[in-house]
């Protein structure tokens, strides 16, 4: 008999929420806490987040609250389902009730401003280096998970135990769970694909054609890996579910934030008037900006995500940016890193 675990998903969008709902069709005992009391009541009521994941009921055993410290109480696995760019003021108010040993799981994607930390840096330093964690990453649209489409993620933890513990509460016969220990690889692939993400999207807002995005792409994942070994990642990692495989379908999905970003770029809209439209955060380019600093640091040369950078915080002209990659100068394909 399968063994069924307490989870708390805190995070209200749509990720989190999908991951509540795949726990609760494992009969596992689940609570989902928004940071939002008025919506924590809305999702009690309507049974479906409106927001972010609409059209997708919420099991009626699936428990809801707005209250942290009830969640922490709650459950022997946290899943971390906070963006980036907010998790470390969330871990400030997890610390004041963290009480006992409990699993926590990363599935945020990007890099900290300023600092350049991945989630589970962020974690580590705020709740200890000892921290039973998991990162979990991979090519996982919140609007197909919930709704019984097959998808396969990677788990990985210091302690492959660890990211065995989140297979057994997650993992079923639509939502397929590897394992591994590269945590720096697999947040680098959730992270770095989002930027290329808008490069792909500028070449549909410009109108380019299947050559251009299939060049594009490749090269992007080729900056991956170059940064992802600079940055003490397995390379492999990167051909696998959490870097070819989610970049594939952040590229070109009709469900990726940050490639309607790029399309709207490459359309000449201006950054700023595209993400005050935007409900959802698209995390690609804030992680832009970190991986600009990353580059400065490190002395790596990633070229596209410079021109995504560019794009996004000088304005630059989009059709400009393809001009200036197009024309450096030529160079053996195979000397990559």
């Given at each position: 008999?399968?063994?069924?675990?307490k989870?708390?998903v805190?995070?209200?969008g749509?990720?989190?929420?999908?991951?509540?709902?795949v726990?609760?069709?494992?009969?596992?005992?689940?609570l989902?806490?928004?940071?939002?009391?008025?919506?924590?009541?809305t999702?009690r009521?309507k049974?479906e987040n409106?927001?972010?994941?609409?059209?997708?009921?919420?099991?009626?055993?699936?428990?809801?609250?707005?209250?942290l410290?009830?969640?922490?109480?709650?459950?022997?696995?946290?899943v971390?389902a906070?963006p980036?760019?907010?998790?470390r003021?969330?871990l400030?108010?997890?610390?004041?009730?963290?009480?006992?040993s409990?699993?926590?799981?990363?599935?945020a994607?990007g890099l900290?401003?300023?600092?350049?930390?991945?989630?589970?840096?962020?974690?580590?330093?705020?709740?200890?280096?000892e921290?039973?964690?998991v990162v979990?990453?991979?090519?996982s649209?919140a609007?197909?998970?919930?709704?019984n489409?097959?998808?396969?993620?990677?788990?990985?933890?210091?302690?492959?135990g660890?990211?065995?513990?989140v297979?057994?509460a997650?993992a079923?016969?639509?939502?397929?769970?590897y394992s591994?220990?590269?945590i720096?690889?697999?947040?680098?692939g959730?992270a770095?694909?989002?930027?290329?993400a808008?490069?792909a999207g500028v070449c549909d807002?410009?109108q380019?054609?299947?050559?251009?995005?299939?060049?594009?792409?490749?090269?992007?994942?080729l900056?991956?890996?170059?940064l992802g070994?600079?940055?003490?990642?397995n390379?492999?990692?990167?051909?696998?579910?959490?870097?070819v495989?989610?970049l594939?379908?952040?590229c070109?999905s009709?469900?990726?934030?940050?490639l309607?970003?790029g399309r709207e770029?490459?359309?000449g809209?201006?950054?700023?008037?595209?993400?005050?439209g935007?409900?959802m955060?698209a995390?690609?380019?804030?992680?832009?900006?970190?991986?600009?600093?990353?580059c400065q640091?490190?002395?790596?040369?990633?070229?596209?995500?410079h021109?995504?950078y560019r794009?996004?915080?000088e304005?630059?002209?989009p059709?400009?940016?393809?001009q200036?990659?197009?024309?450096?100068?030529a160079?053996?394909?195979?000397?990559?890193?």
């Amino acid at each position: 008999m399968n063994k069924k675990f307490k989870i708390s998903v805190l995070g209200d969008g749509g990720w989190g929420t999908a991951l509540a709902v795949v726990g609760a069709r494992k009969q596992n005992e689940v609570l989902l806490w928004s940071a939002f009391p008025e919506y924590a009541e809305t999702l009690r009521q309507k049974r479906e987040n409106v927001k972010f994941l609409p059209g997708v009921c919420l099991p009626e055993s699936l428990k809801i609250t707005a209250d942290l410290k009830e969640a922490l109480d709650f459950a022997e696995i946290v899943v971390l389902a906070i963006p980036t760019q907010y998790l470390r003021a969330v871990l400030h108010k997890v610390k004041e009730y963290h009480g006992g040993s409990k699993l926590f799981v990363s599935v945020a994607k990007g890099l900290e401003k300023k600092t350049c930390l991945r989630p589970s840096q962020i974690i580590y330093s705020l709740l200890g280096q000892e921290t039973p964690l998991v990162v979990i990453s991979g090519p996982s649209h919140a609007e197909e998970v919930a709704r019984n489409m097959p998808t396969l993620v990677v788990a990985a933890g210091k302690h492959i135990g660890d990211a065995e513990k989140v297979q057994a509460a997650f993992a079923d016969t639509y939502f397929r769970i590897y394992s591994q220990n590269d945590i720096p690889g697999v947040e680098l692939g959730g992270a770095l694909k989002n930027v290329i993400a808008i490069a792909a999207g500028v070449c549909d807002g410009l109108q380019f054609g299947d050559n251009s995005k299939a060049g594009l792409i490749t090269r992007g994942l080729l900056e991956m890996v170059r940064l992802g070994i600079r940055m003490g990642a397995n390379p492999n990692t990167f051909y696998g579910l959490s870097g070819v495989g989610d970049l594939m379908t952040t590229c070109f999905s009709k469900h990726g934030r940050n490639l309607k970003v790029g399309r709207e770029l490459g359309g000449g809209r201006k950054i700023a008037e595209i993400l005050k439209g935007m409900e959802m955060v698209a995390e690609g380019v804030d992680t832009a900006m970190s991986v600009f600093q990353l580059c400065q640091e490190l002395k790596v040369e990633l070229p596209l995500m410079h021109e995504v950078y560019r794009l996004c915080f000088e304005d630059k002209d989009p059709r400009q940016a393809v001009q200036d990659l197009l024309g450096r100068d030529a160079r053996e394909e195979l000397k990559q890193y």
